[in-house]
């Protein structure tokens, strides 16, 4: 059995809008499976391609505003190519954002919706993820969510220390996973959440019951009658297992 995270879903407002500048952003392809959902997929992938990473949306009817603990890091090749993509962004709707970050060499920006995300400067360890270099969860405990992320996913632990800690898919594509130590006490649901698919997809409900075991709690976020399960990791932080349908 093999659990991999394949993509990150986003509440919205509007799925179509926020996606539309998201696939701007990313320079991906847009779909709709249907009324409220939007789908993001690179260029010459198919979902579920294993080498590919994927970006849902979802209009919920209220998305709350909330300081989100789960944001995108972007990737550049250079000085200009970071300086190109802020300006980019900004034309597409993004906006400056100050969460506190100070004088870092990254910059700081917020989607049309209020999610906030960074440009990050270039760094050689992401020139081949793609334009997502990180998915960034904020987290009380790094070495405690690296355990549970660690046995959760069929991924690499690359490092861990009591700052953060970061991982990557085994086949070495797509974004790493970081835990950053944050902080801030947890006290709201995330607007921005991890989404998992078992392989062969018939093991979902083995994959629950082994994320159970290892400390995963069942979450309700209203999502009813639902083919996937919505679990919450040690820290309360939701995150679904995809299942057929």
Not at 198 to 208: K, L, M, R, S, W
């Amino acid at each position: 059995m093999a659990l991999r995270l394949v993509q990150v879903n986003f509440k919205a407002r509007d799925d179509s809008a926020l996606g539309r500048f998201w696939a701007e952003a990313l320079g991906w392809g847009m779909a709709s499976e249907g009324p409220g959902v939007t789908n993001l997929e690179p260029e010459g992938f198919a979902w579920p391609d294993p080498d590919a990473f994927y970006v849902d949306l979802v209009t919920v009817p209220d998305p709350e505003t909330v300081k989100y603990r789960v944001h995108l890091d972007l990737a550049t090749t250079s000085a200009a190519h970071q300086a190109e993509l802020v300006a980019r962004l900004k034309e597409l709707g993004a906006t400056p954002a100050d969460v506190g970050q100070g004088d870092v060499p990254w910059t700081v920006l917020a989607d049309p919706e209020g999610n906030v995300f960074c440009v990050l400067e270039p760094r050689a360890s992401f020139r081949d993820t793609g334009p997502i270099a990180v998915v960034v969860v904020d987290c009380a405990d790094p070495r405690a969510m690296a355990r549970f992320w660690d046995e959760a996913l069929d991924w690499t632990l690359h490092e861990v220390t009591d700052d953060h800690a970061l991982l990557r898919s085994a086949k070495g594509v797509g974004p790493y996973l970081e835990f950053l130590r944050a902080p801030a006490t947890r006290t709201w649901w995330n607007r921005i959440h991890l989404d998992l698919l078992p392989d062969p997809i018939e093991d979902q409900g083995a994959e629950v019951a082994r994320l159970r075991a290892l400390g995963a709690k069942p979450a309700d976020v209203g999502q009813g009658d639902v083919s996937w399960k919505v679990l919450a990791d040690p820290e309360g932080n939701e995150f679904c297992v995809l299942g057929r349908g």
